[in-house]
T-cell receptor, first 112, second 113 residues
């Protein structure tokens, strides 16, 4: 069975600086999808970025980018120029068949 | 852009009562997913539907049932409610099955007293 691990329960970063959130996963599949979702205090679940395992190029979305290491089964999220609005829980998720398998989440605190 | 709509947003029920949660997917999305998120926890997958047929099943209690209708909206029916059913229930939708990103609704906060 697939598992997703986020080893950082909480991270903090100074506003305008860069922070990296870690995620590792375990799977025997060769083709799959990985996602980062953001959940602010409103508890709305917001898609941040998606990575397809067959693509070697790392996905980027404006200030958000990933470092996808397929062999190491690692999928970290880098947030550049951190803003106060980035404060949220960040979940890493693996798509298995139709469902998403989630990590435990990392709470990101932005210091003004 | 249109988003996933869930109703009601908040629901308070007593133990042993029944609750029905509704989900309206993004237009042209044909797949619906239900997740349950307890306080301080990650979401847990309950069930999904593709083209009105159940496509996957997770940790959904036997007391719960769901279906997807001809207009693609979905309903989650919860009976014999227990205190432990208190949670945020998310509906998500996507287009197709293979790798499509899931877009989440705002959730229904269910409180069982």
């Amino acid at each position: 069975a697939q598992t997703v691990t986020q080893s950082q329960p909480e991270m903090s970063v100074q506003e305008a600086e860069t922070v990296t959130l870690s995620c590792t996963y375990d799977t025997s599949e060769s083709d799959y999808y990985l996602f980062w979702y953001k959940q602010p205090p409103s508890r709305q679940m917001i898609l941040v970025i998606r990575q397809e395992a067959y693509k070697q190029q790392n996905a980027t979305e404006n200030r958000f980018s990933v470092n996808f290491q397929k062999a190491a089964k690692s999928f970290s999220l880098k947030i550049s120029d951190s803003q106060l609005g980035d404060a949220a829980m960040y979940f890493c998720a693996y798509r298995s068949n139709y469902q998403l398998i989630w990590g435990a989440g990392t709470k990101l605190i932005i210091k003004p | 852009a249109a988003g996933v709509i869930q109703s009601p947003r908040h629901l308070i029920k007593e133990k042993r009562e029944t609750a029905t949660l509704k989900c309206y997917p993004i237009p042209r999305h044909d797949t619906v997913y239900w997740y349950q998120q307890g306080p301080g926890q990650d979401p847990q997958f309950l069930i999904s539907f593709y083209e009105k047929m159940q496509s996957d099943k997770g940790s959904i209690p036997d007391r719960f049932s769901a279906q997807q209708f001809s207009d693609y909206h979905s309903e989650l029916n919860m009976s014999s409610l227990e205190l432990g059913d208190s949670a945020l229930y998310f509906c998500a939708s996507s287009w197709g099955l293979a790798g499509g990103e899931q877009y989440f609704g705002p959730g229904t906060r269910l409180t069982v007293t």
